[in-house]
T-cell receptor
Framework: EADIYQTPRYLVIGTGKKITLECSQTMGHDKMYWYQQDPGMELHLIHYSYGVNSTEKGDLSSESTVSRIRTEHFPLTLESARPSHTSQYLC????????????FGEGSRLTVL | AQRVTQPEKLLSVFKGAPVELKCNYSYSGSPELFWYVQYSRQRLQLLLRHISRESIKGFTADLNKGETSFHLKKPFAQEEDSAMYYCAHSGSARQLTFGSGTQLTVLP
């Protein structure tokens, strides 16, 4: 079944640890996105990709990095987690032809102690 | 920079009452506006887009360029409408900018 998957759903980790949030989609979409969301706040675009080997930074500056080696996979990495990175991270995908419709994953809630 | 404002973080109405969720945007070009919804324990999903001029689940939204608004309306709210609603705008870069959301609660 076509879907977009995020793992882990919840992660509690100590300061200084390296973490990778996984995002995979079987929708056949070219475009993928990472949004950061704090409670009661806007979703902020932190990274996006138009396809393999394409990555761009979004509106919100982020210390995280992303890669797009395979169309289906768009992982987000934090080399050294800090408490300020505590947030909800949402992955999304969309067709290359613009429609404004994004398909979201269930999110990864990260807590850095 | 484009910005989307949803002035109400929380909104409660009784079942059967009309509901209006407010959204204002700032953008000098031709805007493209959307409403996304997140029901409890579900994913964020597209509800409707202004260009389609459609009614989804009884909701409609009209783009008012003069007031730079895109308010979401439903004449008779239902309990299953309780959810988090996000207004989103897409400018020339074709990237979505989201508002901070409005939590709608429809009371029995």
């Amino acid at each position: 079944e076509a879907d977009i998957y995020q793992t882990p759903r919840y992660l509690v980790i100590g300061t200084g640890k390296k973490i990778t949030l996984e995002c995979s989609q079987t929708m056949g979409h070219d475009k993928m996105y990472w949004y950061q969301q704090d409670p009661g706040m806007e979703l902020h675009l932190i990274h996006y990709s138009y396809g393999v080997n394409s990555t761009e930074k979004g509106d919100l500056s982020s210390e995280s990095t992303v890669s797009r080696i395979r169309t289906e996979h768009f992982p987000l990495t934090l080399e050294s987690a800090r408490p300020s990175h505590t947030s909800q991270y949402l992955c999304a995908s969309s067709r290359l032809a613009y429609t404004g419709e994004l398909f979201f994953g269930e999110g990864s809630r990260l807590t850095v102690l | 920079a484009q910005r989307v404002t949803q002035p109400e973080k929380l909104l409660s109405v009784f079942k059967g009452a009309p509901v209006e969720l407010k959204c204002n945007y700032s953008y000098s070009g031709s805007p493209e506006l959307f409403w996304y919804v997140q029901y409890s324990r579900q994913r964020l999903q597209l509800l409707l887009r202004h260009i389609s001029r459609e009614s989804i689940k009884g909701f409609t939204a009209d783009l008012n360029k003069g007031e730079t608004s895109f308010h979401l309306k439903k004449p008779f709210a239902q309990e299953e409408d309780s959810a988090m609603y996000y207004c989103a705008h897409s400018g020339s870069a074709r990237q979505l900018t989201f508002g901070s959301g409005t939590q709608l609660t429809v009371l029995p």
